[in-house]
């Protein structure tokens, strides 16, 4: 129980560092199997987590352990594939992993819009308008806030018992309202074509009235030429019927 390793599989998985052996006094405390929280040992060292399993050679808990069995987990393997994995098809869907650290939250999983690793990128929890700092300050359930890319989200959080973490799925306001944004457009598009035929329709009343109105005048026209016409036809073959001279006298004699 000092920390020395005795037995490790693979043969190159020891690690006797004072980041290392500082892990198992939480299991020797309580004399039960514990868990480490996500950590790294170095700044380049991949994230890893411990099961902590304390070895006695008794039954009496009252008597120290004589040793520990560690058991590291990689949550690349599973965790952070498992957090991946968006139920529905969704470009903005995501699933995030979060602690407190001091005055700042840690994002604990990796970050779709984001560059950096795991345990690297943090926010201040002054940031109260931040889905994952309402989360953290113990709101839990739906949730609206921006993300840590400025996006509006929509989200749920939840408090994983027994741990430091805190679970918030979130998706983009503008991805949850397009469906309806696009029905708003078509909505909108439809009235504007419904006012456009009916302006149509309106004009082309208008349009044929008029030329019904034109056509009559215009027909008008053409009997009353047609009867200058006629009369006109009828006064010469009744003039050229004549043998005689036809003088034209006025009421005051004149010729």
Request: proline letters at 5%; aromatic letters at 8%; a positive charge.
């Amino acid at each position: 129980a000092k920390g020395k390793v005795i037995l490790a599989s693979p043969r190159d998985a020891t690690n006797s560092s004072p980041q290392m052996t500082s892990l198992f006094d939480p299991a020797l405390r309580p004399n039960e199997v514990t868990f480490t929280d996500l950590h790294r040992y170095a700044s380049n060292d991949p994230v890893l987590m411990q099961m902590l399993v304390p070895i006695s050679l008794t039954n009496t808990l009252s008597q120290p352990v004589a040793g520990i069995m560690m058991f590291e987990i990689d949550p690349a393997k599973f965790l952070y594939p498992l957090l991946k994995n968006w139920p529905s098809h969704s470009k903005s869907g995501e699933t995030l992993l979060i602690r407190r650290e001091g005055d700042h939250l840690l994002y604990l999983s990796e970050l779709s819009k984001a560059p950096g690793r795991p345990l690297e990128i943090s926010e201040s929890l002054s940031s109260t308008n931040s889905a994952a700092v309402k989360a953290i300050n113990g709101q839990t359930g739906f949730l609206t806030g921006f993300d840590y890319s400025g996006a509006k989200v929509l989200s749920v959080s939840t408090r994983i018992t027994d741990t430091p973490w805190f679970l918030l799925a979130k998706v983009d306001e503008k991805e949850i309202f397009a469906p309806w944004r696009r029905l708003q457009r078509l909505a909108l598009l439809l009235v504007c074509s419904l006012g456009f035929v009916g302006i149509l329709a309106l004009y082309i009343m208008r349009r044929e009235r008029k030329l019904t109105f034109i056509r009559g005048k215009l027909s008008e026209q053409n009997r009353t030429e047609a009867a200058l016409r006629s009369s006109s036809e009828f006064v010469r073959h009744t003039m050229d019927s004549l043998s005689a001279h036809v003088c034209v006298v006025a009421a005051d004699g004149r010729i």
